[in-house]
């Protein structure tokens, strides 16, 4: 769910390809979207329609076993804003997507109070970070301001516009690349560049906090030892999202097929799946 032009259907479109699904990423400006069937749709590069799919994955690094994801891709222009009200109401988790360079627009604010109506937990993907004034702090301020949602970043990107090179994973502590010459489908984990280490030890703090809070076992364990294992960041955190405390927050380029992955990953991760509904 976004405000349109944010990237949904373009995301949507590389999760099908990265799951396998589609063999061909099909793109909303050559009119190939998979999920943008009608002519209409087409033809003005917009989604009108709700169209659902579902897909099958089992982590970037196949950690987990395979999970279904059921999707529905929602439209962005205020015109069809009831086709997004009809699907939260039957949605168990969403992935708000938001533009690095517009941040929270109108229609954003619409579709986060829908889903604020229908007490859907949500995540937030940060779009467009290839775009020329992208700017991720920027967006994540916005939602706590503007929509009044707990934005916790889980990663960080690594630089921004031109110069977007990946994301650093905040739990694992890891710099993340996708290879280009693939369309993103492989990817290495690196260090974190130097000269974003005591940033993303910031960040990763107040991300421990968060999931602290979870419940009293994780906040003694953090009270005694000042940190918590990866594992526990990850139970805490999902247990925080589940009751919509939280909105953990990923970024990435859905059009430079960067980021992704990531955010399939969280969805399995930190969403509730049907039994925790």
Same mark, same amino acid.
């Given at each position: 769910m976004a405000h349109i032009d944010a990237g949904k259907t373009t995301t949507t479109e590389r999760v099908l390809y990265y799951t396998?699904?589609?063999?061909?990423?099909?793109?909303?400006h050559d009119g190939a979207a998979v999920m943008d069937y009608m002519a209409q749709e087409q033809e003005r590069g917009i989604t009108i329609t709700s169209a659902a799919t579902?897909?099958?994955?089992?982590? @970037?690094?196949?950690? +987990?076993?395979?999970?279904? *994801?059921?999707?529905?891709?929602?439209?962005?222009?205020?015109d069809f804003t009831i086709e997004v009200e009809r699907s939260l109401r039957v949605l168990d988790g969403a992935c708000a997507i938001f533009c690095a360079v517009g941040g929270v627009e109108p229609q954003s604010e619409t579709v986060w109070r829908q889903a604020n109506k229908y007490h859907v937990p949500r995540l937030v993907f940060v779009n467009k970070m290839d775009r020329s004034g992208a700017d991720f702090f920027r967006v994540i301020e916005q939602i706590k301001n503007r929509l009044g949602g707990d934005a916790i970043p889980m990663q960080l990107p690594i630089g921004a516009e031109d110069s977007f090179a990946g994301v650093v994973d905040l739990v694992k502590?890891?710099?993340?690349?996708?290879?280009?010459?693939? @369309?993103?489908?492989? +990817?290495?984990?690196?260090? *974190?560049?130097a000269n974003m280490l005591s940033q993303c030890e910031e960040w990763r703090e107040r991300m421990v906090?968060?999931?602290?809070?979870?419940?009293?076992?994780?906040?003694?364990?953090?009270?005694?030892?000042?940190?918590?294992?990866?594992?526990?960041i990850r139970q805490g955190i999902r247990i925080q999202t589940i009751a919509s405390h939280i909105v953990p927050a990923f970024c990435g380029s859905a059009f430079k097929n960067k980021g992704v992955q990531a955010m399939l990953d969280a969805v399995i991760e930190y969403l509730p799946s049907p039994i925790d509904v």
């Open positions: 396998g699904v589609s063999h061909k990423m099909g793109e909303v579902t897909c099958f994955w089992s982590g @970037m690094e196949k950690q +987990f076993p395979l999970h279904r *994801i059921n999707i529905i891709d929602t439209p962005g222009h205020v502590m890891k710099a993340i690349y996708w290879h280009e010459a693939d @369309m993103g489908m492989t +990817f290495e984990e690196q260090d *974190i560049p906090e968060a999931a602290a809070d979870a419940n009293e076992e994780l906040m003694e364990k953090y009270l005694e030892e000042g940190t918590l294992s990866n594992e526990e």
